[in-house]
């Protein structure tokens, strides 16, 4: 990666506020576009004209890079962008990322020449995010349960990247962690790391031994059946993108406290979240040869 | 200690509540006095009248005893309790437990023929405690830094009881700690420990290099010259009793976060402070060979 | 799997006889082959005649299950036992488990019609053998270095299944874990979980300022020019296979202590690796219905 | 302390060779006595004269700092040296540090207005020399054990400074510790730190539960009826001094494997050591205004 390159920082919130601040602070130019409110209350001062954004070597579009109703996510800017006009904006030489880009996007971008590279779907994003989402988790618990994490007794269930660290921080904090997993190998690095392997399927019967449970799992692990089994006091957390891993209306029914904590980086760690993000960019870059 | 006694469980927070459903769960007969608004939305059923009062082995009463205009502190009753009158219903032959007892109050019970054992008074309850209180710092910390305790660069003040818990569970996340303490024989502790040992003389000129204060010496450690030293987004807690050990005005001025948390343990963990009090208590007996 | 089925136990080591009791402790009948000197020091009691081999309902030979000379590996035996004719006395019927099964001997049974399960190829097995090996490290650690792993500054070269928990295990007793890895997503593994990630690329120019480095990797990651680099007191050791990480040549030449710790799991911890042979056959067991 | 000193090293074992070193490296100007052999062997050059002992700002005699017979402790020497014609080469303007200094030995010197100050009889050297003594046991233990450390069961009697450490270091590995105290404040300190708390008066008849126990306690805590509790197979490892805190006969007898283990830090790591004196020879230095 060259030394010194020109960014343009597009849109999106707190993480690309502290994401533009890095750039600058690590020596490159930097100028943003889509976030002038954020400008006015952050140490950001460049806004970009399109000549700017044109010249860009990087552009870096938010995560996600659009809303719901497909307009560029800049809560930051009081104007709303139509994404095809800010595609219009750039041109092929540039190096385009993005976060959580629709197939439609990608399609469109290719239409017009443009290559976006999604750097939510990098392997090494999605692991560093899951310590500010392990560490969401834990503030929730600390919030919302009346005993301390200390010798607490918790159920996570699945054990992929989240799922690893969550368990890791609560057998920090001194909670009795066991991890139910379907995989024998998965089981065997649970016990290796020191927690109690559950086999998922074998779980019913057990959880109302729990004080606290974690799903992360994107299936409908808890449902009414098992919810009914749960102490009245036990904690879920769900951390399952939709449709969550957690019967909600059953839970409501049945009193269990159930929270549904998603895009908890953002949240917890924004200036962290703005760190990984710099981070996985430059490896695009690094890998481009840029 | 028998397996079976009487207690009476007076006044107080949900750590009393839960001290009272904690001793019925244990098998002794309970009654609750001056807590009537508790008993209607929990399990402890049997209000006491005057008789079962002084019929009662064992009678605790909360933490602290009294507020601030001396009386009985007994947040879920409607009724104020004169100290003085709640002295007159209990009798020499029971053994009275309360925390925080003020030296006037021991006289005046004296004088009545009455002894009060005051169980926050106890090493193995103040040691207790400081997991709730260090879980609440945590807590605070994973709340207000935008960025996450993995990698937070730390420093903690003090290595007494809460420094030493506050130390563990920071590094148990991820953080980098380091300690300021003043005997060499602590500052082996710290290494021993893994933290970063600091002379506590010496820690100016330093200070900028935290992301996170924690002190928990009662004295005015974070002086007005030392604030100065912070960066600016670094976020000061402060766990030591009045007067504190931080400039808050100063604090203030400067723009310094600084947050002064009080009575972690019944706030962040109620039903974990009843327990720690419940084996207190029975500590108690089993000493006095009740 | 069933309650009670009949188990032959054949051949092997220490692990094998920890094998053959723990399955008779759990309920099973077992007879043993080709350990008859193992019989007379331990608990295992029922040797096995031809007729009893042939009648169980799973075999379990050892890991490795033939010498270098083609024979049933049985150090416990006076005997030596043609693999051929050890099959010869199998049929179809039976459940046949091997460790280390080479492709001409699973060829060779296939002609007979037996089925061969290489319980070593399974990766639980893989994970759970990590467990030894890292503690094996960590004792030849603590036996050759003249400091103490507490402070001492480490290298683990490779993050998988055994560099994780070598790194896991070193950072635990107060090292300063760093790793080196090529991934971009191993690298944010290792700074999730704690330790300093380093690019495997981009190590040379540092190595002096270890004082341990540990080869997880299968190639020459130590050559010459790096040992060069290493300070004189540097310990190596190499856990990587043949023909291991490590130019020993180099090493002897310049004076660098560097050790090739091969088959740990069998020798540090005999008892231990017997269990997580017995989980791993009942893990087949359980898969094939038996 | 002034940045550059005259120390003069005596004696001693390979912690002296390390200390003297480490003195030179630190810019200080660096002569031995009585250790001409380690000279050979090492970096340390400066042999000193008679004169330069007594010119020297700093002398530092070994730990400990007599035989049994009386004479220097200089077993890297090939004369012996009658320790009174040894203290005539000093004089009252130095300052001189000696380890394990009998009574009668500071009687002696004060006699000659020599004042010796014992750096074995201060806290944080004795806090310091916990970190290698607890490595030293979890060598022992990894070497012993046919199980892993991972998963092992493990009392540790008493919780001062090496039972602190000894039950972190192995709950770091994995093993399930609990740890025997008498004090209720020490049994709620076992609690925070995780490990299971035992009341030391209540350990018989669960004794047989344990695969390692480990003794730090000065009194016959493990006598014969405790041993014939133990499983055949748990290992014992004492590390209290005379007379020690098992009885051997009685192990033998039974069958037990039972290790004293003394002295551990000169012998496990003598580097770390000679480190954890300089440490302590400079905090005198510092406390003395030198």
């Known amino acids: 990666m060259k030394d010194k390159l020109r960014f343009c920082v597009m849109g999106g919130d707190l993480r690309q506020i502290k994401l533009a601040e890095l750039l600058a602070e690590d020596g490159h130019s930097v100028c943003t576009y889509a976030m002038e409110q954020a400008v006015e209350n952050s140490q950001v001062q460049n ?31 009081d104007a709303a962008y139509d994404i095809g006009k800010v595609l219009d904006l750039l041109n092929e030489k540039q190096i385009i990322c993005a976060g959580l880009v629709p197939a439609w996007l990608h399609k469109q971008a290719r239409e017009q020449g443009l290559m976006i590279h999604d750097y939510f779907a990098r392997e090494e994003l999605a692991v560093a995010n899951a310590v500010p989402t392990a560490e969401g988790v834990v503030q929730i618990a600390l919030e919302e349960l009346p005993i301390t994490v200390h010798g607490a007794r918790v159920l ?8 690893k660290l969550v368990a890791h921080r609560f057998a920090s904090l001194g909670a009795r962690v066991s991890v139910a997993a379907r995989k024998y190998s998965d089981l065997a690095w649970i016990e290796a790391y020191g927690y109690a392997p559950e086999q998922i399927g074998q779980i019913d019967g057990w959880l109302f031994s729990y004080d606290l449970v974690v799903n992360t799992v994107p299936a409908r692990m808890l449902t009414e059946q098992r919810l009914r089994e749960l102490r009245p006091d036990c904690l ?54 840029a």
Chains 1, 2, 3, 4 share one sequence.
């Open 47 to 77: 806004v970009c004209t399109h000549d700017r954004v044109a010249g860009a070597d990087c552009v870096v579009m938010p995560l996600p890079v659009i809303t719901s109703d497909g307009k560029l996510n800049a809560p930051f800017s």
């Open 156 to 163: 996570v269930i699945g054990f992929g990247r989240t799922g």
């Open 236 to 289: 879920c957390i769900d951390i399952a993108s939709n449709p969550g891993g957690i019967d909600f209306e059953a839970a409501a029914s049945l009193g269990v406290k159930a929270i549904w904590a998603l895009s908890l980086p953002g949240r917890v760690a924004p200036v962290t979240s703005g760190k990984i993000i710099r981070n996985t960019i430059y490896n695009i870059l690094h890998e481009l040869g």
